[in-house]
Nanobody, 126 residues
């Protein structure tokens, strides 16, 4: 499984960005896809997750109502639409994946995800 994040950049507070994650190498298993972020000097933080086959989505408390995770299975892409951005959203953003297993679980913690892409930097200025 390979993931490649892109779309980061610099934006003023209140603005929007859309991050993209290109996924490849999925087997017949179902996968959960997630976004995490890490600011300088801080631990990696859960942002959002969903299942490749569809279903529920989960969001970290700090981004609920502002960020939306979505996927385009035909294009093998996962997106993170980020609206009403704040300076505290500044971080390196990572996409990640794990096999859901027979229970079709969707992870929300870093340790649940087995595959990681490289990060993309998001900088929000005030």
């Amino acid at each position: 499984v390979q993931l490649q994040a892109s779309g980061g950049g610099s934006v003023q507070a209140g603005g929007s960005l859309r991050l993209s994650c290109a996924v490849s190498g999925f087997t017949r298993d179902d996968y959960a896809i997630g976004w995490f972020r890490q600011a300088p000097g801080k631990e990696r933080e859960f942002v959002a997750s969903t299942r490749w086959s569809g279903g529920r989505t989960y969001y970290g408390d700090s981004v609920k109502g502002r960020f939306t995770i979505s996927r385009d299975n035909a294009k093998n892409m996962v997106y993170l639409q980020m609206n009403s951005l704040k300076p505290e959203d500044t971080a390196v953003y990572y996409c990640a994946a794990h096999s859901t297993g027979s229970r079709l679980r969707i992870g929300t913690t870093e340790r649940e995800f087995d595959y990681w892409g490289q990060g993309t930097q998001v900088t929000v200025s005030s």
